[in-house]
C-alpha cells in the first residue's frame, strides 16, 4: 500500500516536472519564432559588442538566454536526483516497517 502511494507521489512529482519542462520549452520556442529575434540573435554571434548589447537587453524583455538555459537545466537535473533519493530512502523506510510489521505479528502468534 505504502510502496503504490510512494509510486504515485512520484509519477505525480515527475509528470509536473515534464509539463513544467514543456511549458518552458514552449515559451521559449514562442518567443525564438520571432524573425526579427532570430536575426539579431545571429549578428550577435559575429559582434562583440552586440553580445553586451544583447546580455543587457535580455532580462529587460524576459528572455531567456543561454546562462538561463543551462541553469535551468541544471536545476532539473539536481531536482530529479534529489526526488529519487527521496524514493530510494521511502523504499527502504517502507521495508523497515514491513519486517517490524511482521516481527511484531510473529511475536503476537508466540
Known amino acids: ?20 519542462e ?15 529575434l532570430t536575426r539579431i540573435l545571429a549578428n550577435t554571434q559575429k559582434n562583440p559588442d552586440l553580445q553586451k548589447l544583447f546580455g ?3 532580462p529587460a524583455q524576459k528572455i531567456p538566454g543561454n546562462e538561463d538555459t543551462v541553469n535551468t537545466s541544471k536545476l532539473v537535473v539536481r531536482t530529479e536526483e534529489k ?8 523504499l527502504e523506510i517502507d521495508s ?3 519486517e517490524m510489521r511482521n516481527l511484531v ?6
Open 96 to 98: 523497515k516497517l514491513d
Open 105 to 110: 505479528a510473529k511475536n503476537k502468534k508466540k
Open 83 to 90: 526526488i529519487d533519493s527521496i524514493e530510494e530512502k521511502l
Open 22 to 36: 514543456s511549458n518552458l520549452n514552449q515559451t521559449i520556442k514562442a518567443k525564438l519564432n520571432n524573425t526579427d
Open 56 to 58: 543587457i537587453l535580455i
Open 1 to 20: 500500500m505504502q510502496k503504490k502511494k510512494n509510486l504515485q507521489l512520484s509519477d505525480l512529482v515527475k509528470k509536473a516536472g515534464f509539463q513544467l
